[in-house]
């Protein structure tokens, strides 16, 4: 089965590569790896997570909106390797949240991301990662994510 199968057998589906909020690519690829801008929660570009995570938003939102990033992120992976069956291995996973003041749950939130990608790669989806809070995201994003894959 592939990937796209498993996608929409868990009830998602890739969306349309998000567009570029400035002057960047949303995936370049460069020796057998490909790397994603950030990804933000968008959904059929709008912004569906907006706020501090902590304050505007709790942590179960959060874990959503980086599993929306995340899906972002695969659409352009997609955009560049032609295929998600062309993935041989996640690499690395950088998850941002724009997190209240005391908010230190950064790492479950990221897990929204880390955690599809295991599902729908298994041992191949397994990475190193950062989760990282900070004060503002662009148009306040609850998250912002980042993949590096290696290609087949």
């Known amino acids: 089965m592939n990937i796209e199968q498993k996608l929409q ?13 400035a002057s960047y690519v949303p995936a370049v690829a460069t020796e057998g790896y490909i790397y994603t801008s950030g990804q933000v929660p968008m959904v059929k570009g709008e912004l569906k997570y907006k706020g ?5 938003l709790d942590e179960t939102q959060g874990y959503e909106a ?4 995340a899906l972002n992120c695969l659409a352009a992976v997609k955009s560049v390797a032609g295929s998600l069956d062309n993935i041989e ?7 941002f949240v724009n997190s209240a ?3 230190t749950m950064q ?3 990221i897990n929204g991301a880390s955690d599809l990608l295991g599902q729908l790669f298994g041992e191949k989806g397994e990475h190193a990662r950062s989760a990282v809070g ?3 995201l662009p148009l306040n ?3 912002e994510v980042e993949i590096i894959v290696k290609i087949k």
């Open 9 to 21: 057998e868990m009830g998602l589906e890739l969306p349309v590569v998000a567009k570029p909020l």
């Open 52 to 56: 501090k995570v902590g304050q505007d």
């Open 66 to 69: 980086a599993k929306i990033c």
């Open 89 to 95: 291995r996640i690499v690395k996973v950088v998850g």
């Open 101 to 103: 003041p005391g908010f």
């Open 107 to 109: 790492p479950k939130v």
């Open 134 to 136: 900070v004060s503002e």
């Open 141 to 143: 994003a609850a998250c």
